[in-house]
C-alpha cells in the first residue's frame, strides 16, 4: 500500500475518535448535571452543614440563705488530633461569644463535697433503661446526665433544663466557616433549701468520721436545717467519674460511706420511744398525771427477768415513780408495766399516730419504712405468738421494733408543736403541711414537763444541766440486738421550751450511752446556736451522774 492510500484511512480514524471521546464526555456531563445533580448538590450542602447540641446546665441548689450547693459548671476545650486539651471552665451566663471555640462539657459540682453530699446526691450518666422509664416533660437524650441519689435524683424533673442546638457550615476541610443558627437551652430556675449549709459542713466535720446521724429542723414547719449522715461521700467523685474513689466507697463495708443513716437505715430507738408510749398512756387514760409505779428494779415473767437500767448499773432504784419521773429517769420499770396496762394495740396505734412505719416523704430517694412489729406482724413473720416480755420490749424501743432517725426528729416536733404533727420536708418555699393528732394539752404538757426534766440536774442527760436555754429532750441507749453488747446513743431534743425554735436528734452507731456520747454532741450545738459561750458541756470524765 503506497502513502496516499495510507494517509486518508488514518486521518478518518484519527476525527471518528475524537468524535467518539467528546459524545463519552457530553453523556458523563449530562448525568452529572442533569440526572445526578440534585443528588451532589444536597451531598455537598450536607459536608458543609453541622449541627450540635448545646447541653443544658442543671438548675442550681442552693441553701436557705442562698448558699450554692450543687452547680453546673461549662468546662471549655479545644480539640488538637482528637484528644481534648481544656482550658478555662466557668458558670453559664449565656452563649456570648461567637467562631469555632464553642467546645464544652457541662460538669456537675458540689462545693460543699461529702458534708452534702446525701443530700444532695449527684448525677450520672443517662442508661437505656432511664430512658425508656422517662416520664418527664423534658425527655432524656443519652447524652444527658440524671441525677442519682438525693434530691438530684427525687426532684430530677425540676432540676433538668432543655437543650439547644447550634447550626454551623464548615469547608471541605470541616473548619468552621460560619454559623448559620442557634437555639439557645433552657435552664430551670434555682432551687433553694431549707438546708443551713453552716450548720450541715460544721455538724458534719464535728463528726469526724463517726458512724452518726444529726438532724436538726423547725418544729413549727418540719423544715429540715441539716440532715447529717456520717461518713458519707464526695459527689464530686460520681460527677467527675473517679472510679478508683468510688470503688473504695462500695467497698468500704465498715464505714458504708454511700448508706444515708439518717433515712435509709433502721435502728431500735432505745428510751426515746417512751415519749410515744407516755402519750399513748395518758391519751388512753390508762394513767394519769399523778399516778404511780413502784420501781422495783427487777420484773419476773416466768423465767425471763427484765431489769432498769439503773438496777442493772448499780443495784439502784428510783422508788415509786410518776409519768414525769418515769421520762426525767428513763424508768424502764414504769414503761414495762405502763405497756402492759397499754396492750400492744395502742402502743403500735399511737407509734403510727406519730409517724412509725411509714415514710416521712421527704424529698430525697433512699427513705424506708421502718417497722412497728405486733401480733399479727410477728404470728406472720416468725410464726411465732405475741408475748407479755414482747411488750414490756416495746415498750422502752427494743425488740423487733426498727425506727429511722428522721422519723425520730419527727416525733420531737410533734410534742414541741404541742401535738402538731407537720411533714418533714427539704423545701424552703413550700408551705408547711402540718395536722394536729387531737392530744390533750395536759398530755402534751406532761409529756414536755417529763422532757425538761430529764435535762436538770437529776435527770439523765447529764451533760445539758448548764443551759440557761431551758431544754426539753429524752435520752436513749438502745441494744444492736445482734448478740453484742453494743448499743447506739440517742439524745433527742428541743429548744426553747417556751417558744422551740429547734429540735436536734442525734444517733451515733454503736456509740455507747445516749448521755454520755449523743448529749454532748447536742450540747456543742446548742451552745452556739442560742449563743451561750460561756456555758460548759460537760463531758463523759466529767460525769457526776448515773445516767442511762
Not at 423534658?138 to 430530677?156: C, H, P, Q, V
Not at 436545717?225 to 472510679?243: E, G, R, W
Not at 394495740?345 to 407509734?351: A, E, L, Q, V
Not at 450511752?513 to 459561750?533: C, M, Q, R, T
Request: glycine fraction near 10%.
Amino acid at each position: 500500500m503506497n502513502e496516499e492510500n495510507f494517509l486518508p484511512w488514518k486521518y478518518w480514524l484519527l476525527r471518528f475518535g475524537l468524535v467518539l471521546s467528546l459524545m463519552i464526555l457530553l453523556t458523563v456531563v449530562l448525568k452529572l448535571n442533569l440526572i445526578e445533580g440534585s443528588y451532589y448538590t444536597k451531598a455537598a450542602r450536607s459536608n458543609k452543614i453541622l449541627e450540635s447540641v448545646i447541653p443544658a446546665a442543671r438548675a442550681d441548689i442552693v441553701d436557705r440563705k442562698g448558699r450554692v450547693i450543687a452547680e453546673s459548671v461549662y468546662q471549655y476545650f479545644k480539640l488538637e488530633e482528637g484528644n481534648k486539651i481544656y482550658q478555662s471552665s466557668g458558670k453559664f451566663d449565656g452563649y456570648k461569644f461567637e467562631g469555632k471555640d464553642l467546645a464544652f462539657e457541662v460538669r456537675r459540682e458540689y462545693p460543699y463535697g461529702e458534708s452534702m453530699s446525701m443530700i444532695t446526691g449527684y448525677v450520672g450518666k443517662v442508661s437505656d433503661e432511664d430512658i425508656k422509664k422517662d416520664s418527664c416533660q423534658i425527655r432524656l437524650k443519652k447524652t444527658d446526665i440524671i441525677g442519682r441519689g438525693g434530691f438530684e435524683a427525687y426532684n430530677d424533673c425540676s432540676i433538668r433544663g432543655k437543650n439547644g442546638k447550634r447550626i454551623v457550615e464548615v469547608d471541605a476541610l470541616g473548619q468552621y466557616v460560619r454559623e448559620l443558627g442557634r437555639e439557645e437551652p433552657e435552664i430551670k430556675p434555682k432551687i433553694s433549701l431549707s438546708i443551713d449549709a453552716y450548720w450541715q459542713d460544721k455538724i458534719y466535720k464535728m463528726l469526724e468520721g463517726k458512724k452518726a446521724v444529726v438532724i436538726m429542723s423547725q418544729p413549727d414547719t418540719g423544715k429540715i436545717i441539716s440532715l447529717v449522715s456520717s461518713p458519707a461521700f464526695d459527689a464530686n467523685d460520681f460527677a467527675n467519674q473517679n472510679n478508683q474513689k468510688i470503688n473504695d466507697y462500695l467497698n468500704n463495708k465498715d464505714g458504708l460511706p454511700l448508706l444515708n443513716r439518717a433515712v435509709s437505715a433502721r435502728y431500735h430507738p432505745g428510751s426515746v420511744f417512751k415519749i410515744v408510749v407516755a402519750t399513748a398512756g395518758l391519751e388512753s387514760k390508762v394513767i394519769d398525771k399523778t399516778s404511780l409505779i413502784e420501781d422495783t428494779g427487777v420484773l419476773k415473767v416466768g423465767d425471763y427477768s427484765y431489769k432498769n437500767w439503773l438496777w442493772s448499773k448499780s443495784g439502784g432504784t428510783d422508788g415509786m415513780v410518776d409519768i414525769v419521773k418515769a421520762l426525767k429517769r428513763s424508768n424502764d420499770i414504769f414503761f414495762y408495766k405502763l405497756g402492759e396496762m397499754l396492750g400492744v394495740d395502742r402502743i403500735k396505734n399511737w407509734s403510727e399516730k406519730y409517724g412509725f412505719g411509714a415514710r416521712t416523704g421527704v424529698e430525697i430517694t433512699g427513705e424506708v419504712e421502718g417497722l412497728v412489729p405486733d401480733g399479727d406482724w410477728k404470728k406472720k413473720t416468725k410464726g411465732e405468738n405475741w408475748y407479755l416480755g414482747n411488750t414490756y420490749h416495746l415498750a422502752i424501743g427494743q425488740g423487733d421494733l426498727d425506727v429511722t432517725p428522721l422519723q425520730v426528729n419527727q416525733m420531737t416536733n410533734i410534742i414541741a408543736n404541742q401535738g402538731v404533727k407537720c411533714k418533714m420536708s427539704l423545701l424552703k418555699e413550700t408551705k408547711a403541711e402540718c395536722q394536729s393528732l387531737g392530744i390533750r394539752d395536759e398530755t402534751w404538757a406532761t409529756v414536755i414537763e417529763g422532757m425538761k426534766q430529764a435535762c436538770k440536774p437529776g435527770g439523765t442527760a447529764w451533760p445539758l444541766f448548764n443551759f440557761k436555754t431551758e431544754i426539753a429532750c429524752k435520752t436513749g441507749t438502745a441494744e444492736v440486738g445482734d448478740g453484742s453488747k453494743d448499743t447506739h446513743a440517742w439524745l433527742t431534743a428541743f429548744a426553747p421550751v417556751d417558744n422551740p425554735q429547734i429540735s436536734i436528734t442525734v444517733l451515733v452507731e454503736r456509740g455507747g450511752e445516749g448521755s454520755d456520747v449523743a448529749a454532748p454532741i447536742v450540747g456543742d450545738i446548742l451552745k452556739e446556736w442560742f449563743n451561750e459561750p460561756n456555758t460548759v458541756v460537760l463531758r463523759k470524765s466529767q460525769k457526776t451522774e448515773v445516767s442511762e
